[in-house]
């Protein structure tokens, strides 16, 4: 009993809270909790054109504030559709709810087990919510047949169906261009504004119908600039819109070529609704391509962190972000896809660097920092592309980029990164079929 009480404890640090019993407008019981704990009334709240009878079923639902977000009355029989850390389709539920996951509690609790529940947190209308499927979490998985096996839910890194490139042992680091298939996961967003397409922010493919991006390239003052319209996937020379090919050796003349880029158009953007401009926390959003992306050589998801590595560092823990973001503060923007290895930076030390009078930010556990060596840096036009971290076989997207030092690549001034782990229970209530 003492472990469990234990794991629950630890599994209580990254789920939702819930308020009290509470009667909601269209009957019934319900829970108060904040919106985005509440899948109905936030489908709400994203909905293009709301009706008068939506603003009053959102004036009713109200019932406080939890700091400064909004709680409302929600029907406590709701039950939202997620994913599990297997990558299959499931609901949120209280944990005893769900018999698969509350047995991985039962003692001797091992460390798998608890991470496996931990990463099954979702935003539910309970205190312990999980995503429950229908197998068993501890089945064995079997890998390959990927093409096939893509689908709108995040993959388990553990069938090597995402965060896997063809082009790892050609690596080259410190801000040069990387092969023509690597990081096939990168996105860039193309925005609209007088007919002219401006490419203004990148993200990461993570299932075949998501992408992971910086919430400040779907809201605010991006908005100004163009409306995100499109995604292009499999992106490698912006200047060439046919195929892409690069020199490789094996003697003169030997080239390897990709395919055309494939632009999707974006069904819906949900950028995360705490996210403040002013203190660019929550600086994450999801876009929903408008058709499932094909699994090639040069388009495929990227794994989402299945833990914390900046809790205990592995030692030399180097980061990698790419783009198609400035050379460097005086240069234009890159027009292929590039990427620099970044180390490492704890926050005691990053929030140093960003107390000074012309570069403040009050830095908090959604946030990580890489990078502060000189002209090393993620730039413009690289905001919403990913951190990764190649954890074995398979790279994570550990971080999304969110904001920097100007200009860039300022010795001892780290980037700022939007910390994907502690939003995987976002992630997860925010994913549908």
Request: hydrophobic share 30%.
């Given at each position: 009993?003492?472990?469990?009480?234990?794991?629950?404890?630890?599994?209580?640090?990254?789920?939702?809270?819930?308020?009290?019993s509470?009667?909601?407008?269209?009957?019934?019981s319900?829970?108060?909790?904040?919106?985005?704990?509440?899948?109905?009334?936030?489908?709400?709240?994203?909905?293009?054109?709301?009706?008068?009878?939506?603003?009053?079923?959102?004036r009713?639902?109200?019932?406080?504030?939890?700091?400064?977000?909004?709680?409302?009355?929600?029907p406590?029989?709701?039950?939202?559709?997620?994913?599990?850390?297997?990558?299959?389709?499931g609901?949120?539920?209280?944990?005893?709810?769900?018999?698969?996951?509350?047995?991985?509690?039962?003692?001797?609790?091992?460390?798998?087990?608890?991470?496996?529940?931990?990463?099954?947190?979702?935003?539910?209308?309970?205190?312990?919510?999980?995503?429950?499927?229908?197998?068993?979490?501890?089945?064995?998985?079997?890998?390959?047949?990927?093409?096939?096996?893509?689908s709108?839910?995040?993959?388990d890194?553990?069938?090597?169906?995402?965060?896997?490139?063809?082009?790892?042992?050609?690596?080259?680091?410190?801000?040069t261009?990387?092969?023509?298939?690597?990081?096939?996961?990168?996105?860039?967003?193309?925005?609209?504004?007088?007919?002219?397409?401006?490419?203004?922010?990148?993200?990461?493919?993570?299932?075949?119908?998501?992408?992971?991006?910086?919430?400040?390239?779907?809201?605010?003052?991006?908005?100004?600039?163009?409306?995100?319209?499109?995604?292009?996937?499999?992106?490698?020379?912006?200047?060439?819109?046919?195929?892409?090919?690069?020199?490789?050796?094996?003697?003169?003349?030997?080239?390897?070529?990709a395919?055309?880029?494939?632009?999707?158009?974006?069904?819906?953007?949900?950028?995360?609704?705490?996210?403040?401009?002013?203190?660019?926390?929550?600086d994450?959003?999801?876009?929903?391509?408008?058709?499932?992306?094909?699994?090639?050589?040069?388009?495929?998801?990227?794994?989402?962190?299945?833990?914390?590595?900046?809790?205990?560092?592995?030692?030399?823990?180097?980061?990698?972000a790419?783009?198609?973001?400035?050379?460097?503060?005086?240069?234009?923007?890159?027009?292929?896809?590039?990427?620099?290895?970044?180390?490492?930076?704890?926050q005691?030390?990053?929030?140093?660097a960003?107390?000074?009078?012309?570069?403040?930010?009050?830095?908090?556990?959604?946030?990580?920092?890489?990078?502060?060596e000189?002209?090393?840096?993620?730039?413009?036009?690289?905001?919403?592309?990913?951190?990764?971290?190649?954890?074995?076989?398979?790279?994570?997207?550990?971080?999304?980029?969110?904001f920097?030092?100007?200009?860039?690549?300022?010795?001892?001034?780290?980037?700022?990164?939007?910390?994907?782990?502690?939003?995987?229970?976002?992630?997860?209530?925010?994913?549908?079929?």
């Open positions: 009993m003492k472990l469990l009480l234990i794991g629950l404890a630890i599994f209580a640090v990254i789920c939702s809270t819930s308020g009290q509470c009667s909601p407008p269209s009957g019934g319900g829970n108060c909790v904040v919106i985005q704990n509440c899948a109905p009334l936030l489908q709400l709240v994203n909905k293009p054109n709301r009706t008068p009878a939506d603003f009053d079923i959102l009713k639902s109200a019932c406080g504030f939890e700091g400064s977000s909004p709680k409302v009355c929600c406590a029989t709701q039950t939202s559709s997620c994913f599990t850390p297997n990558g299959e389709a609901k949120c539920v209280g944990i005893y709810s769900c018999p698969n996951v509350a047995a991985l509690l039962r003692p001797p609790v091992s460390k798998e087990n608890m991470q496996f529940v931990q990463r099954s947190a979702c935003q539910g209308p309970e205190q312990y919510s999980v995503c429950c499927g229908s197998s068993d979490p501890q089945q064995p998985v079997q890998k390959g047949n990927c093409a096939a096996r893509l709108v839910l995040p993959p890194p553990r069938t090597e169906c995402c965060g896997v490139d063809s082009g790892s042992t050609n690596k080259i680091t410190g801000g261009a990387t092969s023509i298939d690597q990081y096939p996961w990168l996105t860039l967003i193309e925005y609209v504004k007088d007919n002219q397409i401006k490419l203004l922010c990148g993200g990461a493919l993570i299932s075949g119908r998501y992408v992971l991006t910086a919430a400040h390239c779907l809201v605010g003052g991006v908005l100004e600039l163009g409306t995100p319209r499109n995604v292009r996937l499999g992106e490698y020379d912006t200047t060439n819109s046919g195929e892409d090919c690069v020199a490789v050796e094996g003697g003169a003349g030997a080239t390897d070529c395919d055309p880029a494939l632009i999707v158009p974006i069904e819906r953007t949900i950028p995360h609704l705490q996210y403040s401009p002013q203190t660019r926390r929550n994450i959003g999801l876009i929903r391509l408008s058709q499932m992306a094909p699994f090639t050589d040069f388009i495929r998801p990227i794994c989402l962190p299945t833990s914390d590595m900046t809790i205990t560092p592995p030692r030399n823990f180097k980061l990698y790419a783009g198609w973001g400035a050379i460097n503060a005086t240069h234009s923007k890159s027009t292929v896809k590039l990427h620099v290895d970044l180390p490492f930076v704890t005691d030390s990053c929030q140093a960003y107390s000074q009078s012309r570069r403040k930010a009050a830095l908090w556990q959604g946030q990580l920092c890489a990078g502060g000189k002209d090393k840096d993620s730039c413009k036009g690289d905001s919403g592309g990913p951190l990764m971290f190649e954890n074995g076989r398979t790279w994570e997207v550990i971080g999304i980029v969110s920097g030092p100007t200009p860039c690549g300022i010795e001892d001034t780290p980037g700022v990164y939007t910390k994907t782990y502690e939003y995987i229970s976002w992630i997860r209530s925010n994913i549908n079929n």
